[in-house]
């Protein structure tokens, strides 16, 4: 589904993000990529989600080449995947409600698809009671949620989670990973990028490991292994 | 596009507005001054050449020919003239017509007729210029007084009005020249201001405009609420300076006519209503186009990587 071919980026100042990276992913795979920080991890995301383009290499997602897509149609690839940001990316003025329905009325989505399907999907990350909520008041579990939430919205086949456990205690941040185990089993491809050894022992699914740019370490039911 | 998405540029647009507060009220602000400007601009432009045009059909040169001149020579001055660009209608008034159009003008002066005597006739025949250039008069004077025709042309008359003349169209020219600049100068400071505007609210809404695109929004629906933004200054500031010119007109128009009835026997009010619609337009379409070129050049500067 998701297949990386020899991709290099080298960024404008001359640091090489990543260097020959070959990796397949399949359809309703649960990946966790581990690494130091500055390994390449988010880079790697950046290429995924078409923020950054790669220096060699092609990218091939469901069908489509993202090496070669058009700048006017990577908002249409982009409302194909769900993307959990590390710094969350929430509006802070607006409601969690209006948060969601916010990324649904950029991509085009009709307001009454919006009114039936954000309830819905509060409801699977357990914050219905919260919806009139603004981001500030809530805790980072929360906002992680809030977070998980819109990256639903458009009902994603991909979601794809940067961190998402970053500043969060061990039990918060199980909850966290208990989302997307939840996410995953209802058939949507999980990649999480992540340096929490814990989690990725506890999970016991496939491991990615990227050093100094490269893919070090892949299989299939694993531990953090750095 | 759905409607839904532009019922939300829209609503976007009108947020963006309503927020930036103090800074939309000055950019409406240098906007009713340009259109006002720009619209002043115009009505004095209709009314000068209005005016220019009536005296200049008052004003007709009369060539006076010598009473011995030949006909051949006269014939080729007329059509000297005639082809001069500028010129409305000339035709030779012989001594006889002359004569004859003086005695009907006198028909009732008894005094005056019983004093003329069939015999006597002390006109002369002339040639009759009008013209539709006012600043053609020179040209036709110093054709007129060429050597070739000092023979038959005994005197061009016109000068008692030439200077009353001269000075219109100097003052004419000055306003068009001195209100096109002020337009000018205006419109690029209403471009400058809005352009401002509209980078700062880039500015205060780039993450909002960076979340928008990473969860799929089209690079059109990023920009459109700003060049709708930027319109609405265009809009709002021509709908006020249509109501400052209104009123304005509604309260100078009686001491307008006063002076426009000597011209032109015509109404001001009912003259300028006539073109109200027509300077409304323009405003709107003017304000519409200085808002949206100033905010699609800022969009351009300033979300080059959106």
Known sequence: MIQFSKVDKIYQNGTVALKDINLKIKEKEFVSIVGPSGAGKSTLIKILIAEESPTNGQI???????TRLKPSRIPYYRRKLGVIFQDFKLLPRVTVYENIAFAMEVSGEPSKNIKIIVPKILSLVGLVDKKDVFPEELSGGEVQRVAIARALAHQPKILIADEPTGNLDPKTAWGIIQILLKINELGTTVIMATHNKEIVNRLQKRVVAIERGTVSYDKEVAGYVL | MTLAGIKRIFKMGARNFWRNGW???????VMVITLFILSLFVILNIGVNETVKKISEKIDLSVRVKDNAPIEKINSLKTAIGQEQGVGNIYFKSKEQAWEEFKNLNEKNKEISSELEPGDNPLWASLEVKLNDPNKLQKIVDIAETEQYRSIVDKVNYREKQ????????????IKKAGLSLTIIFVGISFLIIFNTIRITIYSRREEVEIMKLVGATNWYVRAPFIFEGALYGIIGAIACFIIIFTSV????????????????SNSMDYLKDRLFLIISLEILTGIFIGT??????????LKRV
């Open chain 2, 163 to 174: 200077n009353i003349f001269e000075t219109l169209v100097k003052f004419t020219n000055f």
């Open chain 2, 293 to 302: 070129l100033s905010s699609a050049i800022a969009i351009r500067k300033h």
């Open chain 2, 23 to 29: 800074l939309s009220i000055a950019a409406v602000f």
């Open chain 1, 60 to 66: 091939v997602v469901g069908e489509i080449n993202i």
């Open chain 2, 250 to 265: 509604y309260f100078v128009s009686p001491m307008m006519t006063k002076y426009w009835t000597v011209i032109s026997q």
